[in-house]
């Protein structure tokens, strides 16, 4: 342990007599270091210039905005975490923090994808570093040296992890999820599939006994106007033969000096009006 406090000790002593002799200037990117597909450092052409530049941002003033930079993630999640255990639950926020299978599985690829690159940066670095600056061997070190720290951290954070091992079967299980989410997802729509299917059955069993009733109403329809129409004629019958009737003669019997409307005069039968009258002469 000793050993290690001595060694660092060393090392940031040297770190800070390199940066004295610098002046504070060391050569630098004029834009941001891009990482590759492969891991491997992006750089534009004349990125690295070499040259001493008082504009420029010194190797301190780097690593004290990377620290800031920190700070003020460390934050972000301090505050996330407190909204959480403070029971937010706001659309926002739940958005936030939720995240699909799909998307887990996109991130743990680009975390391994990163560890796996994070052992060749430290070599790009150097020869990028060596192809496009004069810097001494110790500045290169000391411009190196957290990289190199950085990737030994996360090494050693991936083992403690379980490497690849790790990896492979938290992969396994997000697949599993994810094949079944999508069983879920199925067995949802075939339930849907189901109820639209029973509706439309109903549906048809509606319509179907909606047209037997028109159909009923039509015929009922067409049975009353029938008989209508056949009561009318009837009518227009019986009041032709009335007038008929009311048209034929009759002669009534007068009976003390009355006729009698209702009887009519039948063919051989004897006038009794007539036999009255003879009747009345004979006897005078």
């Known amino acids: 342990m000793e050993k290690m406090q001595a060694k660092e000790s060393k090392t940031e002593a040297e770190e800070v007599s390199i940066l004295e002799e610098m002046g504070g200037n ?14 491997e450092v992006v750089l534009v052409e004349d990125g690295w210039s070499g040259r001493s530049e008082k504009t420029a941002p010194s190797f301190v003033e780097v690593l004290d905005m990377i620290k800031e930079e ?26 936030v923090m939720e995240v699909s299978i799909k998307d887990r ?4 690829k680009g975390w391994h994808k990163f560890i796996v690159a994070s052992d060749k940066l430290e070599k790009e670095m150097k020869e990028k570093i060596g192809l496009f600056t004069t810097c001494s061997s110790r500045a290169k070190n000391s411009i190196l040296a957290p990289v190199k720290k950085f990737g030994e951290e996360l090494g050693d954070r991936c083992e403690e992890f379980g490497g690849e091992t ?12 994810e094949k079944r989410e ?6 949802k729509l075939e339930e849907e599939l189901d109820r639209a299917r029973r509706r439309l059955e109903v549906a048809e069993k509606a319509a179907k006994s909606e047209k ?10 067409e049975r009353v106007a029938s008989e209508r129409a056949r009561r009318e004629q ?16 009759v002669s009534g019997r007068v009976v003390n000096g009355v006729g009698n409307p209702w009887e009519r005069n039948i063919p051989g039968k004897p006038d009794a009006g007539g036999e009255i009258e003879r009747s009345d002469k004979e006897a005078l």
């Not at 999508?182 to 067995?187: M, N, P, Q, S, T």
């Not at 009837?234 to 003669?249: L, N, T």
């Open 26 to 39: 060391v050569p630098i990117v004029d834009e941001e270091l891009l990482l590759g597909p492969d891991g």
């Open 182 to 187: 999508l069983e879920l997802k199925v067995e």
């Open 105 to 108: 599985i996109k991130l743990l």
């Open 212 to 221: 037997k009733r028109a159909l009923e109403m039509k015929s009922n329809l």
């Open 234 to 249: 009837k009518g227009q019958e019986g009041d032709g033969r009335g007038v008929q009737q009311m048209q034929v003669p």
């Open 70 to 95: 920190e700070k003020k993630k460390s934050a972000r999640k301090t505050r996330s975490e407190e909204d959480t255990l403070r029971g937010d639950s706001s659309w926002a926020a739940q958005m």
């Open 166 to 177: 790790w990896i492979e079967a938290v992969m396994a299980e997000l697949h599993k999820a």
